[in-house]
């Protein structure tokens, strides 16, 4: 967890965003609609995004989860984290930790050549627009809507990535 390993003993029947705040205190992933339609709960894990809210803790035994809490600590943010400050891709915030886990997960999947729906061509490396942002952040609500901010954001860092 975190880079780190945690011993944990649950319930089977716990998800793994309950395991993540009730259990290990770790709060920044937020419990939104808890049926994976909001993202306000994604982490990553093994690299890949995905949605805590939809999986059980006892099915990531010996998984590298990473939260918000694991990308940077204040003084010393992630660099997502900065450029989300930087651009004001939140307003009240609640998705924000969410968002920028997907976001981080998000170009390491263009890094890997994943297509996603909006790529025109299967056979070329996917290309960072504004679309394919959009299209691969969909999952991710942001009732404020801060997108725009959020594309910017993401933009950035994908900029000073490549």
Do not use: W
């Not at 886990?101 to 998000?106: D, F, G, I, P, Q």
Request: glycine share 10%; aromatic share 4%; with cysteine.
């Amino acid at each position: 967890m975190n880079g780190e390993v945690r011993d944990l003993a649950v319930d089977t029947r716990t998800t793994l965003l309950d395991a993540l705040r009730e259990h290990l205190q770790l709060t920044g992933s937020k419990k939104g609609c808890d049926h994976g339609q909001c993202g306000a709960c994604t982490v990553m894990v093994d690299g890949r995004r995905i949605y805590s809210c939809l999986t059980l803790a006892v099915m990531h035994e010996g998984d590298e989860v990473t939260t918000i809490e694991g990308l940077g600590q204040p003084g010393n943010l992630h660099p997502m984290q900065a450029a989300f400050v930087k651009h004001d891709g939140y307003q009240c915030g609640y998705c924000t930790p969410g968002q920028i886990c997907a976001s981080v997960a998000m170009l390491e999947e263009i890094k890997a050549g994943m297509p996603s729906h909006a790529t025109a061509d299967l056979t070329a490396a996917p290309r960072l627009t504004p679309e394919e942002i959009r299209e691969r952040m969909s999952g991710n609500i942001c009732r404020c809507g801060a997108y725009s901010n959020i594309v910017d954001a993401i933009t950035e860092v994908a900029g000073r990535q490549a």
